[in-house]
């Protein structure tokens, strides 16, 4: 998407969100939707849709002339997530770790893309990357550090402070929805800024 500013062309770059709930009404979304509306006048947001991933299993890996509905999904994510300038995660914490779904797409996405040869790239390395999340009173935190270490080992380029974790409090359960607290937002805030300098550099 192109940016017309102070006469100035510029491309506008690219960041991808990842949501690591499948709730209709994730707070982890909705978390995203408030730093989607922080960004996108200054970045192209998109979000990744990842739900038609198979579970890992190396017989998918091999290549065959034609691939599959699913060989064809991880494909397709992998090709979203290499255009991307930089990756933005949004997830709860699940059992003081982060769901096995983003697991599951990380195992997908540290594998080479053609496994011929594994010196081959894969579709995230150097890849810049931070997460936020909205859970329990921990705020997320065991989450995001187990989290950063696998991205790290994956050999993505990771911003691990700062992160923003929220405390969902009782109210957001009853309603269904939750609003930041200006604290809260203080954050994000500062988290957004932050990833803009870092995808700068
Ligand atoms: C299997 C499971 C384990 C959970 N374990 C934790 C946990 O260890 N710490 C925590 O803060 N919340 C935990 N929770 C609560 C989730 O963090 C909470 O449901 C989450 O904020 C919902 O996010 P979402 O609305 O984006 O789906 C757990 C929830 C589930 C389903």
């Given at each position: 998407m192109l940016n017309l500013f102070h006469n100035k062309l510029t491309i506008m770059k690219h960041i991808l969100f990842i949501i690591g709930s499948l709730r209709k009404n994730s707070f982890n979304r909705?978390?995203?939707?408030?730093?989607?509306d922080l960004l996108k006048d200054r970045f192209n947001i998109s979000y990744l849709d990842f739900s038609d991933i198979?579970?890992?299993n190396q017989d998918l890996e091999s290549q065959q002339e034609h691939m599959t509905t699913s060989q064809q999904a991880v494909f397709r994510v992998?090709?979203?997530v290499l255009k991307a300038d930089g990756i933005w995660i949004f997830t709860p914490e699940y059992n003081q770790s982060y769901p096995g779904l983003l697991k599951n797409l990380f195992d997908w996405l540290s594998?080479?893309?053609d496994v011929t040869?594994?010196?081959?790239?894969?579709?995230?390395?150097?890849?810049?990357?931070?997460?936020?999340?909205?859970?329990?009173?921990?705020?997320?935190t065991y989450c995001r550090a187990k989290l950063n270490d696998l991205l790290e080992y994956i050999k993505?380029?990771?911003?691990?402070?700062?992160?923003t974790g929220i405390a969902l409090g009782m109210e957001a359960w009853v309603k269904g929805e939750f609003k930041l607290s200006e604290e809260q937002l203080k954050e994000l805030k500062i988290q957004?800024?932050?990833?803009?300098?870092?995808?700068e550099k």
């Amino acid at each position: 998407m192109l940016n017309l500013f102070h006469n100035k062309l510029t491309i506008m770059k690219h960041i991808l969100f990842i949501i690591g709930s499948l709730r209709k009404n994730s707070f982890n979304r909705q978390l995203a939707s408030i730093a989607e509306d922080l960004l996108k006048d200054r970045f192209n947001i998109s979000y990744l849709d990842f739900s038609d991933i198979p579970y890992m299993n190396q017989d998918l890996e091999s290549q065959q002339e034609h691939m599959t509905t699913s060989q064809q999904a991880v494909f397709r994510v992998r090709q979203e997530v290499l255009k991307a300038d930089g990756i933005w995660i949004f997830t709860p914490e699940y059992n003081q770790s982060y769901p096995g779904l983003l697991k599951n797409l990380f195992d997908w996405l540290s594998r080479p893309m053609d496994v011929t040869n594994f010196a081959n790239p894969t579709a995230v390395q150097g890849k810049k990357v931070t997460a936020s999340g909205a859970g329990g009173k921990n705020k997320t935190t065991y989450c995001r550090a187990k989290l950063n270490d696998l991205l790290e080992y994956i050999k993505m380029d990771v911003m691990k402070e700062p992160q923003t974790g929220i405390a969902l409090g009782m109210e957001a359960w009853v309603k269904g929805e939750f609003k930041l607290s200006e604290e809260q937002l203080k954050e994000l805030k500062i988290q957004a800024e932050k990833f803009k300098e870092f995808l700068e550099k």
